[in-house]
């Protein structure tokens, strides 16, 4: 049963426009939620990541929003370039309990930027 | 540069055939952690060494082991590989076991094949 959904498998847009990734999740106790990208050949590298007592943090060209209600994020990439090509992963972690270490992965969304 | 090291990058076995897999860092993180991902899926957790301590994720086949002799280094061994364990390997590691702002460094993976 997967409990984190990136119900999209690729997305392309044109260099400069904004890109937007999303992301489902249905653990309720889900409450620290992060981005990583992947290069081909390479390991995935964090990238932003927010917490649930916020519902949007900002990093340069990126932003991730966060609806706990609809337990939804989603990553914003604003302007695309090229090369934010890649594989986006979310990934979800629960810090109360006994697996507080771990990262619940989605299936990860191929973003492709067109120059 | 600090660094997860995955050796080898390819690795072919038979079936059945026992076959390791290295992990290496120069981070001096206290955790390591092993993933399998298959192919369009999700990275899955399998183990991790929070220093000496294994703890193995409760899904994990029998058939996958690991080793940590010490800090740098982290073992996966596979003691009857199926075709189904084919998949990438990726290592990771983080300097704190909890996943709340605590980043998790990966290496760029190994890829098995199982003839």
């Known amino acids: 049963d997967q409990q984190v959904k990136q119900n999209s498998p690729s997305l392309s847009v044109q260099e400069g426009r904004i890109s937007i990734l999303n992301c489902d999740y249905t653990n309720s106790m889900f409450d620290y939620f992060l981005w990583y990208k992947k290069y081909p050949a390479e390991g995935p590298t964090f990238l932003i990541s927010i917490s649930s007592i916020k519902d949007k943090n900002e990093d340069g060209r990126f932003t991730v929003f966060l609806n706990k209600s609809a337990k939804h994020l989603s990553l914003h990439i604003v302007p695309s370039q090229p090369g934010d090509s890649a594989v986006y992963f979310c990934a979800a972690s629960a810090s109360s309990g006994g697996s507080n270490y771990k990262l619940t992965f989605g299936k990860g969304t191929l973003l492709t930027v067109n120059p | 540069d600090a660094m997860v090291i995955q050796n080898p990058r390819y690795q072919v076995t038979q079936f059945g055939k026992p076959v390791t897999l290295s992990c290496s860092q120069t981070l001096n993180h206290n955790v390591m952690y092993w993933y399998q991902q298959k192919s369009s899926q999700a990275p899955k957790l399998l183990f991790h060494y929070y220093d000496k301590d294994f703890n193995n994720e409760a899904d994990t086949p029998d058939n996958f082991q690991s080793r940590r002799p010490n800090t740098s280094f982290c073992f996966l061994d596979i003691r009857s590989p199926g075709l189904g364990d084919a998949a990438m390997y990726l290592c990771?590691?983080?300097?704190?076991?909890?996943?709340?702002?605590?980043?998790?460094?990966f290496g760029p993976g190994t890829r098995l094949t199982v003839l």
């Open positions: 990771a590691t983080s300097a704190k076991l909890a996943a709340l702002y605590n980043e998790q460094f």
